[in-house]
């Protein structure tokens, strides 16, 4: 009997174990789960239930169907537009830029040159090499005293493209040659013209380059910025003129010793850029200037101040002592046409004065580096101005043999050649073309001697390119 009832009561305990397992636990349910567990919405807009204090009976999927459109995009959706604005709050952009791509451009000539116009109106060039071109014409010929400035979008990274503006004539009127990029990368440019422009060009310039097989440039656009009223018709303001001494007769108070030339004979100014570089025998500034006095012949030098120091300035005495012109190439060998009036004068004069406490003279005629020289330039410089007639080249890496040619099928009665005095290739050059000119009747002048010799004054703020 006593097992029986032992049995019973442990039946019963087993049963009453069964029971309890399978019971709901109270505490451990929490429907909320369920919502915290989907995206983001419930944990910023659904609290759960013991959050609202209100227990999980409350806490049916109904409040969670509705708190989700609560947290669903209508924000993002709102905040998205701030972001555009930004992308387009840039009018910052000059409403007057032009911006040309190569299929609004054509095609106007070139020389040497492969091209490509791609879909996204890039033009993909190949050059063969050196000085090779390809020049394009504009839709409308532009006002250049309206425009600040240009910027060609570009990416040349083997070697230095030439950007060029042509005039409506197609004649060059602007240059830029250091046109080498890492990738894409704008090229800005700062023409300061008063001339219209119609064309530009493409042109391969690397002296350093040895093979063009290699060179392959893509220009992607090339913008314009213009200033309000490009389109009038009615041409910018320009600068005004500084009033012209008239007791100040420039360079004409050197009064250049003309005595030694016969006016019946041609003559050819050579000028020599970008000295001094001292003196040295085997200096080529020593070479070009031994060159010129054992033929018996005269040049002008232009000296640069940052080529200046104790040593290189006994070649400038060297230079003037044996009959030379010296002339200013600026102090600082900056494009004059990019520089304020004040800070042009300050330049230009910084040099004048190191020049003359080396030759006593207080005026020299200016040769403007790169041959820059806008309206600007002209209406503030108090000295005349020399470009050339005849680019030897020797900048670009011409031989002495390539300079000798140029010189011989270029050169003209009353010509001004530009030359640098720091090219081996021209000291070399020099010292076979001047005896052979000289033997030839050909007399080898300074600039000063040149214009004097042939009865025309030079005039401070006027550039002159030749005296024929």
């Known amino acids: ?56 009976a409350t806490a049916t999927p109904a409040p969670t169907a509705t708190a989700k459109p609560t947290a669903t995009p209508a924000p993002t959706a709102t905040t998205a537009p701030t972001s555009a604005p930004v992308a387009t709050q840039a009018p910052s952009v000059n409403p007057n830029d032009l911006t040309y791509t190569f299929n609004d451009l054509t095609y106007n000539t070139s020389y040497g040159t492969t091209y490509k116009v791609l879909d996204d109106g890039s033009i993909s060039l190949q050059y063969a090499d050196i000085y090779q071109e390809i020049k394009l014409s504009l839709p409308d010929a532009l006002d250049m005293s309206f425009c600040t400035g240009v910027t060609v979008k570009m990416k040349s990274e083997i070697g230095n493209l ?82 012209v001494d008239p007791n100040d007769t420039g360079i004409w108070e050197n009064n250049a010793d003309i005595s ?42 232009f000296y640069w101040g940052q080529s200046m120091n104790a040593a290189t300035e006994k070649e400038i005495k060297r230079a003037y002592d044996m009959g030379f012109e010296i002339g200013n190439h600026t102090s600082s060998h900056s494009d004059l046409s990019t520089l304020t009036p004040e800070k042009m004068l300050a330049d230009i004069q ?67 050649v ?27 002048v300074s600039v000063s001697e040149l214009f004097k010799v042939k009865g025309q004054e030079l005039k401070d703020g006027q550039l002159y390119t030749n005296a024929r």
């Open 350 to 416: 910084k040099q004048a004065d190191k020049l003359t406490a080396i030759t006593g003279l207080e005026h020299f005629l200016i040769r403007p580096p790169y041959l820059s020289a806008n309206v600007t330039v002209k209406n503030t410089v108090r000295e005349p101005l020399i470009s050339c007639s005849i680019d030897s080249k020797d900048w670009a890496g011409a031989t002495a043999e390539q300079i000798i040619n140029t010189i011989n099928t270029q050169k003209k009665d009353g010509a001004i």
């Open 162 to 243: 030439a950007v060029k503006l042509y005039d409506e004539s197609f004649a060059e009127v602007f240059v830029r040659y250091d046109g080498k990029t890492n990738g894409i990368a704008d090229h800005k440019l700062s023409p300061n013209l008063t001339t219209k422009v119609a064309g530009i060009g493409l042109m391969a310039c690397d002296n350093d380059l040895t093979d063009y097989s290699l060179f392959d440039a893509t220009v992607y656009s090339i913008t314009f910025h213009m200033k309000d009223g490009w389109n009038s018709g009615t041409a910018a303001p320009t600068s005004t003129p500084i009033p």
């Open 418 to 444: 530009l030359m640098h005095e720091t090219y081996s290739s021209t000291a070399s050059a020099m010292e076979t073309l001047i005896p052979q000119l000289v033997a030839e009747g050909w007399q080898i």
């Open 260 to 301: 030694w030339i016969d006016p019946s004979k041609p003559m050819i100014a050579f000028t020599f850029d970008d000295g001094p570089v001292g003196t040295a025998d085997t200096a080529t500034s020593i070479r070009i200037q031994n060159a010129l006095a054992a033929s018996g012949q005269h040049a002008t030098f």
């Open 1 to 56: 009997m006593k097992k029986r009832i032992l049995s019973l009561l442990f039946i019963l305990c087993m049963t009453i174990s069964c029971f309890g397992a399978c019971a709901p636990k109270t505490p451990d349910y929490v429907l909320p789960t369920d919502v915290t567990a989907t995206p983001e919405p419930t944990a910023t807009v659904a609290p759960s239930s013991d959050e609202r204090g209100d227990g999980p």
